[in-house]
Nanobody, 122 residues
């Protein structure tokens, strides 16, 4: 099994930055693609970014391209989401997830973390 725990959320002013971390437990972390999703109150959960098993391929939602960067450190069993130039629209609970392949669909992911709140004030 894979257990995921997000951290790094908090309150930040518009234009500021945060780095989210997702620590994974399990024996085969490097075999999983990892993704970040987010959900704002009253809205559907949406795709943010994902990274392949080796970290060589990344994909981003149009809304975060150029501002967010996903990366992973397989030696530390951790995936990161560096968020720059934050906007109020980025306010949401952010979730990390693991799956067999990279993809923007929730169906591609088997395990999910508990989420971490990101609030951007304007």
């Amino acid at each position: 099994q894979v257990q995921l725990v997000e951290s790094g959320g908090g309150l930040v002013q518009a234009g500021g930055s945060l780095r989210l971390s997702c620590a994974a437990s399990g024996r085969t972390f490097s075999t999983y693609a990892m993704g970040w999703f987010r959900q704002a109150p009253g809205k559907e959960r949406e795709f943010v970014a994902c990274v392949s098993r080796s970290g060589g391929s990344t994909y981003y939602a149009d809304s975060v391209k150029g501002r967010f960067t996903i990366s992973r450190d397989n030696a530390k069993n951790t995936v990161y989401l560096q968020m720059n130039s934050l906007k109020s629209e980025d306010t949401a609970v952010y979730y990390c997830a693991s799956g067999r392949t990279v993809g923007s669909s929730e169906r591609a992911y088997d395990y999910w973390g508990q989420g971490t709140q990101v609030t951007v004030s304007s």
